[in-house]
T-cell receptor, first 112, second 121 residues
Framework: AQKITQTQPGMFVQEKEAVTLDCTYDTSDPSYGLFWYKQPSSGEMIFLIYQGSYDQQNATEGRYSLNFQKARKSANLVISASQLGDSAMYFCAMRVLYQLIWGAGTKLIIKP | EAGVAQSPRYKIIEKRQSVAFWCNPISGHATLYWYQQILGQGPKLLIQFQNNGVVDDSQLPKDRFSAERLKGVDSTLKIQPAKLEDSAVYLC???????????????????FGPGTRLLVL
């Protein structure tokens, strides 16, 4: 069965520290894509980063990087030098068979 | 470039009333999605359109929910009659879509609107 698991319901992190948000996935399809989205309290889903299953290198977008470990089926999001504006819900999602499957999300709170 | 537009942003209705939400996708995006997001959960896909055709509506409660995208651009989602459990955020998203299907792992990023928060009393 296709599934995304985010095991951290909530995290508190000190400002300027690096943050790792966990995501594991389950699929038997060799072709899939992994996405991370940020959802602030305003409600909008903001696309952060994408990793394809055949990509050889880990994806990076500014302060965001995706630690892709295919054998372990994990796709953790790393945020470097966290900022107060990073406080939000973060969702991991997997695209397989033309469907986007979502995790339950992690609530990240950055402390000043 | 303008993003995905949705209206209204907030709506409060009583159970058994009807309500409609509107979405205008990013210009040129062929694929449009409606999601329901219950508080504390990830989004659940209700319906996906490719141009004006329905690709997937398997999770749409068709006895009370309906959606249309008549001209292949903007879309309307309707609930009639509403139930208490319909209280949620309704998100609209769009993606480029392509006449040539990408592999399932190919990037087809969905871009979201601000959502409509519905409260059914």
């Amino acid at each position: 069965a296709q599934k995304i698991t985010q095991t951290q319901p909530g995290m508190f992190v000190q400002e300027k520290e690096a943050v790792t948000l966990d995501c594991t996935y389950d699929t038997s399809d060799p072709s899939y894509g992994l996405f991370w989205y940020k959802q602030p309290s305003s409600g909008e889903m903001i696309f952060l980063i994408y990793q394809g299953s055949y990509d050889q290198q880990n994806a990076t977008e500014g302060r965001y990087s995706l630690n892709f470990q295919k054998a372990r089926k994990s796709a953790n999001l790393v945020i470097s030098a966290s900022q107060l504006g990073d406080s939000a819900m973060y969702f991991c999602a997997m695209r397989v068979l033309y469907q986007l499957i979502w995790g339950a999300g992690t609530k990240l709170i950055i402390k000043p | 470039e303008a993003g995905v537009a949705q209206s209204p942003r907030y709506k409060i209705i009583e159970k058994r009333q009807s309500v409609a939400f509107w979405c205008n996708p990013i210009s040129g995006h062929a694929t449009l999605y409606w999601y329901q997001q219950i508080l504390g959960q990830g989004p659940k896909l209700l319906i996906q359109f490719q141009n004006n055709g329905v690709v997937d509506d398997s999770q749409l409660p068709k006895d009370r929910f309906s959606a249309e995208r008549l001209k292949g651009v903007d879309s309307t989602l309707k609930i009639q009659p509403a139930k208490l459990e319909d209280s949620a955020v309704y998100l609209c998203a769009s993606s480029l879509g392509s006449r040539v299907p990408k592999p399932a792992g190919g990037q087809e990023t969905q871009y979201f609107g601000p959502g409509t928060r519905l409260l059914v009393l």
